[in-house]
């Protein structure tokens, strides 16, 4: 205890500037030292003291900036704590540069996506769905659509209803070529589920993340 009381008061004496460079430094130095195998046990504390150096963080870096804090992210949310996982999430983003989008889609759509649940879980589904139509209009391929529009169906389901939620995952097997009604015929469900599994047989899950979107 009174050693805590010291380095709180010798850290009162730094400068904002100053002490963002103690973070940095720590963090660095952290991270250096983390292995594949520890890391997701430390990258909480690593990232605590990077997130509070942004202005240290060169652009190359951003990207590992971001899977960091997304790391953490999805650590916080399956130990329960939604509000750690959307402190570190929001991190993230704020990382996380429009112009990402073209070399880094992939890491885009897990943080968005990411961030949907840890909304949702928070108990602020308006936010979530906010988060799964920004990811939408970024989805590149009929896998992204489906698990987009998959979330956002189910998560309707609790909030609005049953009937809105299986309006909205209608809505979106038509996005991906699947045009189904709440009244179809077993006959069409069948030829249309036979239809979806031949051509996941036929592209496997590499050629439809490839596959564009329908029009």
């Not at 804090?69 to 990382?95: C, E, Q, V, W």
Request: charged share 25%; aromatic share 8%; hydrophobic share 40%.
């Amino acid at each position: 205890f009174p050693h805590g009381r010291i380095r709180e008061a010798a850290r009162d004496l730094l400068s904002r500037s100053e002490r963002a460079a103690l973070h940095h430094r720590i963090g660095r130095r952290l991270l250096e030292r983390a292995s594949p195998e520890t890391l997701s046990d430390g990258v909480f504390e690593i990232m605590e003291h990077l997130n509070q150096a942004p202005e240290l963080i060169e652009d190359g870096e951003r990207p590992r900036m971001v899977e960091l804090n997304l790391m953490a992210g999805k650590g916080a949310l399956a130990a329960g704590s939604p509000a750690t996982a959307d402190h570190f999430l929001s991190y993230a983003r704020a990382f996380f540069r429009d112009a990402d989008w073209q070399t880094h889609a992939q890491m885009g759509f897990d943080l968005y996506y990411q961030s949907a649940d840890t909304a949702y879980a928070g108990g602020r589904s308006d936010v979530a769905l906010e988060f799964l139509n920004q990811l939408e209009s970024r989805a590149t391929n009929p896998i992204q659509i489906a698990r987009v529009c998959g979330r956002r169906a189910s998560m309707r389901v609790i909030v609005d209803g049953v009937e809105p939620g299986l309006i909205e995952g209608l809505d979106g097997l038509r996005k991906v070529g699947l045009d189904w009604s709440l009244r179809s015929s077993r006959f069409v469900l069948y030829r249309s589920i036979l239809l979806a599994a031949w051509h996941v047989w036929r592209l496997g899950e590499v050629g439809l993340r490839r596959k564009p979107m329908p029009k």
